[in-house]
């Protein structure tokens, strides 16, 4: 397409437009015209109220005669609340009664007392007690023992024991004084063990005393 085409085809399309735009102003339909009610300066007639007729806009004063009011007492609106309402009474307010404030309620506190123990827990307590004075008292009679010295005789391992005046010569097993089981010797310390409470107790060799051998 040459530049002189399209150059054509512009003038021709704006041709076309100017046609259109012709046409549209020459077929439109002409507006219509209404006359107008009220013209400036002259009086208007259509709603001009004749001669004579009752304005139905005239404001008219309203007069009231007292036998209209019935009669009553009169209220007087600015009366405090509280206080009479009519115009000429005495004026009587509501006086505001004061309460007094309600007595404290004295609550009575009752110390809650713990259950006391029962007898299962009793007889355990009594008996464990009476376990801890036992220990006690095994603890206290083994502290009477002193290990003296120390002797092995054809490998026969042997302690000398002291109690008080007293001196024991004892070999793994025996009993001293029937309750208390040797239950180790060596040459520095005598291990003894009471059966009954499973206490043990280890004398150690004391200054005084050797060990020997024979």
């Known amino acids: 397409m040459n530049a002189s085409f ?19 102003l020459f077929t439109a339909e002409a507006p219509q015209e209404v006359p107008l009610t009220f013209v400036s300066g002259k009086p208007a ?22 036998h209209d009011i019935p009669d009553g007492p009169k209220k007087n609106i600015f009366a405090p609340l509280g206080g009479s309402t009519e115009v000429g009474s005495t004026t009587v307010s509501a006086k505001r009664v004061k309460q007094k404030p309600p007595a404290p309620v004295v609550a009575a506190i009752v110390p809650v007392i713990p259950p006391g123990p029962t007898p299962e827990e009793l007889a355990e307590q009594a008996a464990r007690q009476q376990e801890e004075l036992t220990h006690k008292q095994v603890r206290e009679q083994m502290g009477q023992y002193r290990y003296l010295g120390y002797l092995n005789q054809h490998g026969v ?8 005046t007293d001196i024991y010569i004892i070999r793994i097993g025996d009993k001293l004084d029937g309750k208390f089981l040797v239950a180790s010797i060596d040459p520095t310390s005598v291990k003894l063990k009471e059966p009954t409470t499973n206490l043990e107790t280890s004398l ?10 024979s």
Not at 45 to 66: F, Y
Not at 157 to 164: D, I, S, W, Y
Request: hydrophobic share 40%.
């Open 6 to 24: 399209q150059r054509y085809l512009m003038l021709g399309l704006g041709g076309i437009w100017c046609v259109i735009i012709l046409m549209r």
């Open 45 to 66: 007639t259509s709603n001009q109220v004749g001669i004579g007729a009752p304005d139905p806009w005239q404001v008219k004063r309203v007069s009231l005669h007292a």
């Open 157 to 164: 391992h042997k302690a000398f024991v002291g109690k008080g």
């Open 204 to 213: 150690d060799l004391t200054k005084e005393g050797n060990p020997g051998t």
